[in-house]
């Protein structure tokens, strides 16, 4: 494998001005892997994308893959409005409804997945809550019949949040219950928060080998690299950028060498400010020609 895409480097982009910008600042970052939004991620209606833009999406797409060993994979991220686990009937169902619209757009830009968090069940229990998103994600998934995958990303486990570990994680792929459209997307820092230690060699080989007890691994089809600002286990969903926070650039060191996850999209989701993602990104690189 080519070392770039071995590595597989990506981050959140933004898309002020159209999307294909985005795909601009990668050839310049020289990322082989993309995460954006494909609607305003505060509002829950947006007009559909512009035919013309779709069309200057995949233009850019070319650009950016031409020469490229082999495909690459972009994802969006959805709405922070949208909850699943919802016991309330009307902000479930504008959820369901929202997520529909996430897959379809990404799907009219030929994105490989939707990132979600998977939800919150405030207040109704794990177990229901994990059933409500079940049934949300299964809707949304059959109306956008052969479209992108849903990527359930792994949370912090502040409030009620469903998805902090990797049980919740695999009881949620196994009721959505439709193979080969449900992954996963890990974050490192929200592994972190919600107490999966990395800092180590034995840290990193514990937390792997509990991944591997719970989940195929062939299901982690994205990386959120992000260290965290705050302590092992204080559910804190608070980004640091790499090596300057709890985590330490050890942690990030043994994931990018881990032949399990070669090839697999790791997304910065670090602060921009002060050429963030130029510095982040060099930090990643040197890690793995030291
Ligand atoms: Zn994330």
Redesign the pocket.
């Known amino acids: 494998m080519d070392p770039e895409e071995r590595l597989n480097l990506g981050s959140h982009l933004s898309v002020a001005g159209g999307a294909w910008k985005a795909l601009d600042e990668a050839i310049e970052l020289e990322l082989t892997s993309l995460q954006i939004f494909t609607k305003n991620a505060s509002r829950w209606v947006q007009k559909p994308i512009d035919p013309a833009a779709i069309e200057k999406w995949h233009a850019g797409r070319a650009r950016w893959e031409e020469g490229a060993p082999s495909p690459r994979r972009v994802v969006s991220h959805t709405s922070y409005l949208i909850n699943l686990g919802s016991p309330k009937d009307e902000l479930f169902e504008k959820s369901c409804a929202a997520l529909t619209d996430e897959l379809a757009r990404a799907g009219q830009l030929g994105l490989h997945g939707v990132?979600q968090h998977p939800g919150a069940h405030v207040g109704s229990g794990v177990e229901a809550g994990i059933a409500r998103i079940a049934e949300g994600a299964r809707r949304a998934l059959d109306a956008t019949e052969g479209g992108p995958k849903l990527l359930l990303?792994n949370t912090a486990g502040a409030g009620s949040t469903i998805g902090r570990t990797f049980e919740e994680l695999r009881d949620l792929v196994a009721q959505i219950d439709r193979p080969g459209r449900v992954a996963v997307?890990l974050?490192t820092?929200?592994l972190y928060a919600s107490g999966y230690d990395l800092r180590d060699a034995d840290a990193y080989a514990a937390t792997m080998t509990e991944l591997e007890a719970h989940l195929d691994l062939s299901l982690v089809e994205c990386w959120?690299l992000?260290d965290s600002r705050g302590e092992l286990g204080s559910n804190l969903d608070r980004h640091e950028h790499i090596g300057e926070g709890r985590i330490g650039v050890e942690g990030f060191r043994l994931l990018l060498d881990d032949p399990r996850f070669h090839g697999v999209p790791k997304i910065l989701?670090t602060a921009k400010e002060d050429d963030g993602d130029r510095r982040n990104l060099a930090v990643l690189r040197a890690l793995v020609e030291a």
């Open positions: 990132v990303e997307c974050d820092c929200h959120h992000n989701e």
